[in-house]
Structure formats: C-alpha cells, structure tokens
C-alpha cells in the first residue's frame, strides 16, 4: 500500500496549537545554581570595583555588552526570550530563586524609611539587578513621579507613617495588584523586585493576563478607551493633569493583549471618576482576574522577581511589618526590604517626556501631560 500522508488544514492546525497550550497560572520558577549565585557574587564586586555606581555612565552606556559578557548564560538566555516572548503561555514573570547571597549582618538593621537607605551598602545589588534589565535588553530608568527620580535602584521598605495607604511603603491594608505606573503612557517594561530581606515571611502576590487564556467576552470592553486611572497615592490630589483622560486597559494583540490596570486606583477609588459603564466592565473583569492571583511564593533574601509590566501585574498581602508568625505567635523581627528597578525597552519612544540632559529620567505625570 502506498504511504499516505495526511496533512491537517491550516485552521484547525491554528486552534489546535492555541488550546494546546494552558493558559499559565504562576510564574516560572528558575533555580540558581551553587556556581551561578557565586558568579553573581563575584561579577557584583568586579562591577563595584570598575564602576564605583551603578550609575555610572560609562556602566550604563556598556550596559547590554556587560550583561552578554558577564552573567552566566543560562540566566541571560531566559533574560534574552522573556524580552521577546508575549505568547499564550507566557506568564510575565521569573522568579530567580537565590540569585543573590545576601550578608544580612552586612545589610545591618531595616532603615525606617527609604529616605534613611545607605545606597553604598547596596551596590553591588543595583549593579546585579541592571544587568537583568541589561540582558532582555531593556534600560534601566527612574520616573520624576516616583520619589522625583530617586535614583536608578529604589529600596522599598514597609514605614510605619504609610502604613494604610496604597503605596509599596505601606503594609497593614490590602495592596491590591496593580501594573506599575498604570496612569502613565511610558509606563515600566520591565520591573525586578530583589528581596534582601523577607523575614515577615510575606508572600508576593502576582497576577497575570494570560491566566484569562485568550481574550473572552468579559475582556473584550476592555479595549475600548474609557478608563480612567488616577495617579496614585503617593501623590496631593491637587493637580489635575491627565485627569481628562481615558485609555484601554487592554491593548497590543486582540487575542493575547498586553495590561494596563490598577485595581486599587481604577475600581476601589471613589474619586476615579469612572463612568458606569466603565465601572460594570471593570468589575466584571475584576470578579475573574482576582480567581487568577498567584500567591503562592514566599520571597526569601537573595531572590529576584522579574517582571514583564505589560503581562503580569504585582500587589502583596496585608502584613504586620516587623514581626512574623510563629507556631501562632507574632514575634518580632527585621523589617522587610526589597530592591525595585524599571527599565524601558527604547528610549527614543519615550524621549517626548524625557529630561533634556538625561534621556533616562521620565518627567511624565499623568498620562502624557509631563510635570513642569
Ligand atoms: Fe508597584
């Protein structure tokens, strides 16, 4: 008998090859090596060495050259297609479980705020967590609206003073998940979170778009432009830039979209001012998304949290900061502390609202209109 070979239709090839991939429900989870965590340490102190900063611009004008070259490849090799990679099974997030040893007598105790942080103890970590960015390729900036820059590395630390509000410093009310800098138009790419410090033994709380699987009715209104989204609490509500104006929450492809959402701004804010319309879709979007929160993961010191800020949004649990439970006792401990940097992907897209002298210093406010 002759051989037949039966070819499948192009269509059904298609629908096939998108169910077949689960939508993803946590993060992937990359164990690092006992040699690649002692690589780290040394490329952190080599950089410190040839550096002095981070911010060094002869550091960041090699940066891309120095993250091929100096981190081990695997991990530049995850770095490298997670850049690339919005697909259907994609989550948006990596955790590099012990990327970092971390000397906690070296780190000393939890300063009370981040305005009392002695960023020449952490070094060496804003050298490691740029060359991450280094590698996607993407560029670490800072954002006038987020502490009026503050620097490339920001250590975010729970302070008693903020502790209920919506901000990353607070900790006793819930901090809904949200994408990062959701009222602006050059919004973070990419975020890395690396935890230093987690003895409160706190979960990190993510949530991704492609949980949904591919867009459904309850995300389709999503794409039309009328949301609101006010700036967040770290700012006086006095100024009313931007205010005006309305965006998608959804945008980039139509079956497996890109995010742009604050749950905490744009649906439990009273003066957000969306419509009713807005509203109902936002909430009936919220009632799914909220089944999709990842919560599972406790950050231990040394861990980093790659983020795509377009896919996967990030949030935690309420805590008592400075004391952990045990055997159903608070006890106290170290505060937590926790190393954020953002980057972006192209500069020239951003340049309309970038500082004339620094082209990695994003002066937008609120969506488009750009602080004066
Ligand atoms: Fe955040």
Same mark, same amino acid.
């Given at each position: 008998?002759?051989?037949?070979?039966?070819?499948?239709?192009?269509?059904?090839?298609?629908?096939?090859?998108?169910?077949?991939?689960?939508?993803?429900?946590?993060?992937?989870?990359?164990?690092?090596?006992?040699?690649?965590?002692?690589?780290?340490?040394?490329?952190?102190?080599?950089?410190?060495?040839?550096?002095?900063?981070?911010?060094?611009?002869?550091?960041? !004008?090699?940066?891309?050259?120095?993250?091929?070259?100096?981190?081990?490849?695997?991990?530049?090799?995850?770095?490298?297609?997670?850049?690339?990679?919005?697909?259907?099974?994609?989550?948006?997030?990596?955790?590099?479980?012990?990327?970092?040893?971390?000397?906690?007598?070296?780190?000393?105790?939890?300063?009370?705020?981040?305005?009392?942080?002695?960023?020449?103890?952490?070094?060496?970590?804003?050298?490691?967590?740029?060359?991450?960015?280094?590698?996607?390729?993407?560029?670490?900036?800072?954002?006038?609206?987020?502490?009026?820059?503050?620097?490339?590395?920001?250590?975010?630390?729970?302070?008693?003073?903020?502790?209920?509000?919506?901000?990353?410093?607070?900790?006793?009310?819930?901090?809904?998940?949200?994408?990062?800098? !959701?009222?602006?138009?050059?919004?973070?790419?990419?975020?890395?979170?690396?935890?230093?410090?987690?003895?409160?033994?706190?979960?990190?709380?993510?949530?991704?778009?492609?949980?949904?699987?591919?867009?459904?009715?309850?995300?389709?209104?999503?794409?039309?432009?009328?949301?609101?989204?006010?700036?967040?609490?770290?700012?006086?509500?006095?100024?009313?830039?931007?205010?005006?104006?309305?965006?998608?929450?959804?945008?980039?492809?139509?079956?497996?979209?890109?995010?742009?959402?604050?749950?905490?701004?744009?649906?439990?804010?009273?003066?957000?001012?969306?419509?009713?319309?807005?509203?109902?879709?936002?909430?009936?979007?919220?009632?799914?998304?909220?089944?999709?929160?990842?919560?599972?993961?406790?950050?231990?010191?040394?861990?980093?949290?790659?983020?795509?800020?377009?896919?996967?949004?990030?949030?935690?649990?309420?805590?008592?900061?400075?004391?952990?439970?045990?055997?159903?006792?608070?006890?106290?401990?170290?505060?937590?502390?926790?190393?954020?940097?953002?980057?972006?992907?192209?500069?020239?897209?951003?340049?309309?609202?970038?500082?004339?002298?620094?082209?990695?210093?994003?002066?937008?406010?609120?969506?488009?209109?750009?602080?004066?």
């Amino acid at each position: 008998m002759k051989n037949m070979t039966i070819t499948t239709p192009d269509i059904i090839r298609d629908v096939w090859q998108e169910t077949a991939v689960p939508p993803p429900s946590a993060p992937l989870i990359v164990d690092i090596t006992a040699r690649e965590s002692t690589a780290m340490y040394y490329i952190g102190r080599q950089l410190v060495r040839e550096y002095g900063s981070y911010e060094n611009p002869a550091f960041i !004008a090699t940066l891309h050259l120095n993250a091929y070259q100096l981190l081990p490849e695997r991990i530049a090799r995850i770095l490298s297609h997670f850049g690339t990679d919005y697909s259907a099974g994609q989550y948006g997030a990596v955790v590099f479980r012990g990327l970092v040893q971390v000397d906690q007598d070296d780190l000393g105790k939890t300063p009370s705020s981040w305005k009392d942080v002695d960023y020449d103890k952490l070094k060496a970590y804003g050298f490691i967590s740029s060359l991450m960015h280094g590698a996607v390729p993407s560029k670490p900036v800072q954002y006038y609206a987020q502490r009026k820059g503050g620097g490339l590395l920001h250590a975010i630390i729970p302070d008693e003073q903020m502790s209920h509000t919506q901000t990353g410093s607070g900790s006793r009310t819930d901090l809904f998940v949200h994408t990062e800098d !959701a009222f602006l138009f050059h919004q973070a790419d990419f975020l890395s979170f690396l935890f230093v410090r987690n003895e409160e033994r706190v979960p990190s709380t993510l949530y991704s778009i492609r949980s949904h699987g591919a867009t459904d009715e309850v995300m389709r209104p999503l794409f039309r432009p009328l949301y609101k989204c006010p700036k967040d609490a770290n700012y006086a509500r006095d100024a009313a830039a931007g205010e005006e104006v309305s965006t998608a929450v959804l945008y980039g492809n139509e079956t497996y979209p890109f995010i742009r959402f604050d749950a905490a701004e744009q649906i439990h804010n009273p003066d957000a001012g969306q419509s009713a319309e807005a509203m109902h879709y936002l909430e009936e979007f919220w009632k799914v998304a909220r089944t999709h929160i990842y919560n599972d993961f406790v950050p231990e010191a040394g861990d980093l949290i790659f983020v795509n800020n377009h896919l996967c949004a990030h949030g935690r649990n309420a805590f008592v900061a400075g004391y952990r439970e045990e055997k159903g006792v608070l006890v106290p401990c170290e505060r937590r502390m926790m190393l954020r940097v953002m980057s972006k992907t192209s500069l020239i897209h951003i340049r309309a609202v970038t500082k004339t002298d620094d082209p990695y210093f994003i002066m937008e406010e609120h969506y488009g209109n750009v602080f004066r």
